[in-house]
Nanobody
């Protein structure tokens, strides 16, 4: 059974950076993703990466977030720069239902417990 464990969240000021990590175990999937959810808001897929390292990003984070994957370490990353208060949310590492651009919008089969990111102005 797949296990996903996120880490690296925290509190930063606007303009700051954080790097989230996700330790994967149990199975190696062709594509992985990060999504976030803030209280009272819908879940938003923010970044996805395919097995060939092709990436897709939500418009809201494009140019600021970078998703990467170290297959040797079974670890998924999300480097976040120029953080804004609107980025405040719980961030989840996830296995999307589909790879490619659909990964961000078609839902997710599995996800971890999440790691909180709080950005203050």
């Amino acid at each position: 059974q797949v296990q996903l464990v996120e880490s690296g969240g925290g509190s930063v000021q606007a303009g700051g950076s954080l790097r989230l990590s996700c330790a994967e175990s149990g199975y190696t999937y062709n594509c992985m993703a990060w999504f976030r959810q803030a209280p009272g808001k819908e879940r938003e897929g923010v970044a996805a990466i395919d097995k060939d390292h092709t990436t897709n990003y939500a418009d809201s984070v494009k140019g600021r977030f970078t998703i990467s994957r170290d297959n040797a370490k079974n670890t998924l990353y999300l480097q976040m720069k120029s953080l804004k208060p609107d980025d405040t949310a719980m961030y989840y590492c996830a296995v999307p239902k589909y790879c490619g651009p659909r990964a961000l919008v078609e839902g997710f089969d599995y996800w971890g417990q999440g790691t909180q990111v709080t950005v203050s102005s």
